[in-house]
């Protein structure tokens, strides 16, 4: 597919043009009014068209334009906000109203918003709750005629260390925005170090967690292996715990803030400041991307203008200027994914409409503003173009159709944060700038002050090694290991896509999760499709690297030739020579040579009900089948005969009826 033309508003630095550059588009139009951040984009993306205010753009610029993209402003429903004053009283959020203005004068064939999980929440100002701005968003979109589909996605599941949960809006004029969205789904059962050769952060919890219920602590494991063990902290935060191997939110004020506790492959502890060169790898950006005046001192065009127009020119960039910009920003990761999926937006099909449930209320928490919106939603509309013009209403006025909500608004029931499997790196092994240079270090008197804070509001639980840290006054003589950190390679920063193969550091943290899975069959390998389609979020190819190990496995097959429903079973066997299952579905069907990664599959957790509903409701829309709703006084199918349509007639493996 050719590159897309791609227009940003709310632009910022760049975050989400970036992601898009990166995964092949062609960004040609920029909107953005910070001039310290335009001062970036200049530097950044040279010869882009920037213009100044949202408020100023007309519909005639998108003309040309394939994806328009806003990370429009979060501030009044951010749950940091303690006002929260949402778009009915707040100043700044409002404006996404114009990218429904600009839409409307100019359609664009596909738009993709960014914006923080408080717009999924209800606000409660005065007496009357306020809706969420998800509720506006998509209601002017289906106004508009527009798809749509929307998740939240953390960027711990791109292997960063770096807890960012976001919500993408995908709305499109033409295609399935859930292809897009939705059709890539990671429910890891340890596959993670098949095809990653590290444990995904479920999987790295999930072991540590399990050394725990096993007696062993995580310092007495981390203290025999050389891997950095951190934890991030907010000395301007007293009412949260340090973060265990994954670096805090970073937002526009904690950035600056942002600490690291660390025990050193020496056993020695200390407490680092977090550089900006971290922060920007941390959200992708590679290091130094906000560091302009560095750019401009090097480019002696840029010298003879300061000479001619020096009273003119902006101010440098503050080290706190640039945390700003960075807690502002989307992470690269997260819109070089959706670029892309946009790059093939049919390349993987939602296929899981059936497992998803009706939206009861237009607003779901209307009735209970404490709740919000789910994790994941979509609308596929009926037909294509605005609504208030479509051909199949002119027959009838517009009054009388029901509203959009109660055609097609549902919420999947089986959505992760996780679109795909990616190995994670704790954030010790991650830092770089942050652990290089002595002079980072904390004083002594910020580390008990904080210390001091956290057990005044109540804290008695904090970690052996993080209470060292902060309790041990720096040591000029400690044997400073950066180097050896600093020669890592990963990909989670967006720099590069190269293994990290030659590093002792890594392979010291591969090695106890890898060892598990050494002595697995030996007769079947996964050949490149499998591996590919499992990294990418195919949970039939995850089962099918898992090999034996996945004998047990509790699983749902989608099964299109009988209405698009799932059957429960459970994996019995494995063929290592042929690399197929063994099914044995709940109704009493066998599968003996099952391909999960030609089919459509999803795990049952032990959580769930037999094969039934997440939240065990008795949902009438259930599409899951299982034993107790088969009609048993039937002779079984044979072996290779998994089912009946709806006249009577058997269906074998593969047919389409």
Known sequence: MPPLNVASLFTGIGGIDLGFARAGHVIRLQVERDERCKRVLRARFPGVALLHDVEAVLPSALEGIDVLVAGFPCVDCSTLNATRPGLKHGRETRAVAHVFRLLEGERVPWVV??????????????????????????NELEALGYRWAYRVVDLLAFGAPHKRRRVFVVASLHGDPRD??????????????????????????????????????TDAKNATTTVMES???????????????????????????????????????????????????????????????????????????????????????????????????????QSEWIGHRL????????????????????????????????????????????????????????????????????APKFISERPFVRGFLPLGVFLRSSIKHAANRVAFERR???????????????????????????????????????????????????????SDVSQSFLSSSAQKHDDKSQGFESNNVTH??????????????????????????????????FFAATVTSFDAQAGTFQLDYDDGDVDAAFKPWNEHVCFIRQNDSDGGDNDGDNDKDDVITTRSSIDLSTPPQPSRVMRTNAKGEAVEIGSVV
């Not at 993670?192 to 072991?207: G, S």
């Not at 089962?543 to 429903?565: S, T, Y």
């Open 532 to 565: 590919s389609l499992a990294r990418d979020g195919h949970v039939g190819a995850a089962l099918a690297e898992l090999k034996d190990a996945a004998i047990g496995q509790r699983i749902r097959v989608l099964w299109p030739a009988m209405q698009n429903k």
């Open 113 to 138: 918003f960014e914006n923080v999980t408080g717009i999924l929440k209800w606000h409660k100002t005065g007496a009357n709750a306020q809706a969420p701005a998800i509720d506006y968003v998509v």
């Open 448 to 502: 008990r002050t904080y210390y001091d804070r956290l057990v005044a509001h109540g804290f008695d639980d904090i970690d052996t090694f993080v209470r060292k840290a902060l309790l041990s006054a720096p040591d000029a003589n400690v044997v400073d290991d950066a180097s050896s950190m600093s020669s890592i390679d990963d990909d989670v920063s967006g720099e590069n896509d190269d293994d990290d193969d030659n």
């Open 231 to 333: 934890a991030s902290m907010d000395f301007g935060e007293r009412s949260q715990l340090p973060l265990r191997d994954v670096c805090q939110c970073l937002t526009t004020t904690s950035g600056a803030r942002t600490c690291v506790a660390i025990r050193r492959a020496n056993h020695t502890h200390d407490v680092v400041k977090l550089t900006i060169e971290d922060a920007e790898r941390l959200m992708g950006f590679p290091a130094g991307y906000t560091d302009v005046d560095s750019v401009s001192a090097r480019s002696k065009r840029s010298k003879k203008r300061r000479r001619l127009a020096n009273s003119t020119q902006p101010p440098s960039l503050s080290i706190r200027d640039r945390f700003h910009f960075i807690g502002n920003a989307c992470a690269v990761q």
């Open 343 to 410: 790059s093939f937006p049919y390349a993987m099909k939602f296929a899981c409409d059936a497992m998803s449930a009706a939206f009861e209320e237009p607003c779901p928490g209307r009735k209970d503003a404490s709740k919000s919106w789910p994790l994941a939603a979509y609308n596929v509309l009926s037909f294509d173009g605005d609504m208030r013009s479509a051909a199949w209403a002119s027959s009838s006025s517009l009054s009388s159709l029901p509203p959009a909500w109660m055609r097609r608004r549902r």
């Open 180 to 217: 897009v969205l939705l059709s890539q789904n990671s429910d890891c059962q340890g596959e993670c170090v098949v095809v990653e050769r590290r444990p995904c952060y479920d999987c790295f919890v999930y072991d540590n967690a399990a050394s725990a219920a096993a007696g062993e602590s």
